[in-house]
């Protein structure tokens, strides 16, 4: 059983900048971030797989979001910059430590972070 510790999210104004952390209790294939806003359904926003470091974002956050990992520390960041109101949401972290957290359900959550962007 893999344990997911997130760290950062909070409120910021639009065009700012946030860092999320996740650092897992154990080796991960893939490690990444999903996000759900109020209404609507969770959405996977980023994700790396540990072994090559190979990244894949959702659409609307490619050249604003960057997703990195540590592999001597288990730990992934998603960096995220020229925020705007709507990445408004909770953001778990997610892993799983056999498949590819984009195209399967994740066996692994965070408890959430939240992330507000005011306008």
């Known amino acids: 059983q893999v344990q997911l510790v997130e760290s950062g999210g909070g409120l910021v104004q639009a065009g700012g900048s946030l860092r999320l952390s996740c650092a897992a209790s154990?080796?991960?294939?893939?490690m990444g971030w999903f996000r759900q806003a109020p209404g609507k359904e969770r959405e996977f926003v980023a994700g790396?797989?540990?072994?090559?470091?190979?990244?894949s974002y959702t659409d609307s956050v490619k050249g604003r979001f960057t997703i990195s990992r540590d592999n001597s520390k288990n730990t992934v960041y998603l960096q995220m910059n020229s925020l705007k109101p709507e990445d408004t949401a909770v953001y778990y972290c997610?892993?799983?430590?056999?498949?590819?957290?984009?195209?399967?359900?994740?066996?692994?959550w965070g408890q959430g972070t939240q992330v507000t962007v005011s306008s």
């Open positions: 790396v797989l540990m072994s090559t470091g190979y990244t």
């Open positions: 154990g080796r991960t294939f893939s």
């Open positions: 997610a892993a799983d430590d056999h498949t590819w957290i984009k195209v399967n359900t994740p066996r692994y």
